[in-house]
């Protein structure tokens, strides 16, 4: 027996406890531009032969039971062009020969595919032609990856195959997309930028677009974003992405594009250093001439929460006192105890101290708040011991005073 299926949907058959849930072939068949969809069987809920099979630039989706929910083929096979995408068990078996296996997308990798992966399949319906089709939806795999030596001229539908031509049923037409929100904006690196960065996603021929994918890739090494590359689902006809600034300080481009669609849409973005503030705090104020005086300083994030590193250098006015490193809470200290003290019956002499973050590890740099530190005159005491106590007139004494 021959059979040849050509340009046809074949929907919703089930052969329940027995094989081939729209086609049961033992002698020899041929598929081609053909869809099939939701039919059922417990092996081969689609197609199941024993015989010579040929299928070309067709669709197998949505189907199941157990067994092969697409294809069960014991027998010999041509497959060229076709996707199966059942989403219910195994997508492809082969118990027999396949002749032919050229630019096939099989969901599950099953069958030695060329191809697995999503195909991103809109659901079936009116898109043009005589029958329903099940579209081929922005970013599938599927776009521009048949084999141009073995696609049929035509589509399901009777489109034209242009160019690189789809795998399965359906070819698609393509896709524009344009710039929406996020472009020329700019966050600290390690921060989500304020704006998220949305391509807009149409089609001129009525085609769906929402459940498609759009990728955006940033730059491999330097400042780019965190991860590098992503993908977002389109709705509502936009595809929306909230990128995050990597650990590096620079300017660099953002590319969104998607399989079948055009152009591919730039958005300059630019990663910026961290702002930091600096906090400074005596251990005594006032001290007095000769206390030992410790300053700490205290360097923080001031968008997140990363512990900056780095040198603290402390001043008294315009002279540098020493240096300190900050540890691992992003403190630095330093001790002192020659700060000097006013004239004799003069207030405490006030020093100016501060410190300053001279930035490292993506951390702009910051100088504290002036800390006025007073340092008074120590207090005195004076003792005096005689010699000789009591003593008479013209004994000889001495007088010892210590301060």
């Not at 032919?100 to 898109?127: E, H, K, Q, R, W």
């Not at 599927?142 to 035509?154: N, R, V």
């Not at 603290?312 to 809470?329: P, V, Y």
Request: proline fraction near 5%; hydrophobic fraction near 35%.
């Amino acid at each position: 027996a021959v059979l040849t299926i050509r340009g046809s949907t074949v929907t919703s058959n089930t052969a329940v406890a027995s094989s081939g849930g729209s086609v049961y072939n033992w002698g020899t068949a041929t598929v081609e531009n053909s869809t099939f969809v939701a039919n059922r069987a417990n092996s081969g809920s689609a197609i199941y032969s024993g015989g010579a099979l040929t299928v070309t630039n067709s669709t197998i989706a949505n189907s199941g039971m157990t067994g092969g929910n697409g294809i069960y083929n014991s027998g010999t096979v041509y497959l060229r062009n076709s996707l199966i995408a059942t989403g219910n068990g195994v997508e492809c078996i082969n118990a027999g020969t396949f002749a032919a296996n050229i630019n096939n997308l099989v969901a599950d990798g099953t069958c030695s595919a060329a191809l697995s992966g999503n195909p991103l399949l809109g659901p079936l319906g009116d898109y043009g032609g005589d029958t329903q089709t099940m579209p081929l939806l922005p970013g599938s795999p599927a776009i521009d990856a048949g084999d141009g030596a073995t696609c049929l001229t035509t589509d399901q539908r009777g489109i034209g195959r242009v160019g690189t031509c789809d795998i399965g049923a359906f070819e698609s037409q393509g896709f524009s997309l344009s710039k929406g929100t996020g472009d020329g904006q700019s966050a600290a690196w390690g921060m989500a930028f304020a704006a998220p960065i949305t391509v807009a996603v149409s089609s001129a021929y009525t085609e769906p677009v929402n459940g498609g994918r759009v990728t955006y890739a940033g730059p491999l090494s330097g400042a780019s974003t965190a991860p590098v590359t992503g993908t977002a689902t389109i709705a509502g006809g936009a595809a929306i992405f909230t990128p995050t600034a990597n650990s590096a300080a620079g300017s660099y481009n953002v590319t969104a594009s998607a399989a079948g669609a055009s152009p591919a849409i730039t958005f300059a973005l630019t990663n910026t250093m961290r702002a930091s503030a600096t906090t400074l705090a005596s251990s005594a104020n006032p001290s007095v001439f000769g206390q030992s005086v410790t300053f700490t300083a205290t360097v923080t994030d001031s968008v997140g929460s990363v512990v900056p590193m780095g040198v603290i250098t402390f001043t008294d006015g315009t002279t540098e006192l020493g240096t300190g490193t900050l540890n691992a809470s992003g403190v630095a200290t330093y001790t002192t105890s020659s700060l000097i003290s006013g004239p004799p019956g003069t207030p405490g002499q006030p020093h100016p101290i501060t410190a300053e973050y001279g930035g490292e590890g993506g951390f702009v740099g910051s100088t504290s708040q002036t800390v006025n530190q007073v340092v008074n005159q120590a207090t005195t005491t004076v003792t005096l011991v005689s010699s000789l106590n009591p003593s008479t007139y013209g004994d000889s004494l001495v007088i010892t005073a210590t301060v």
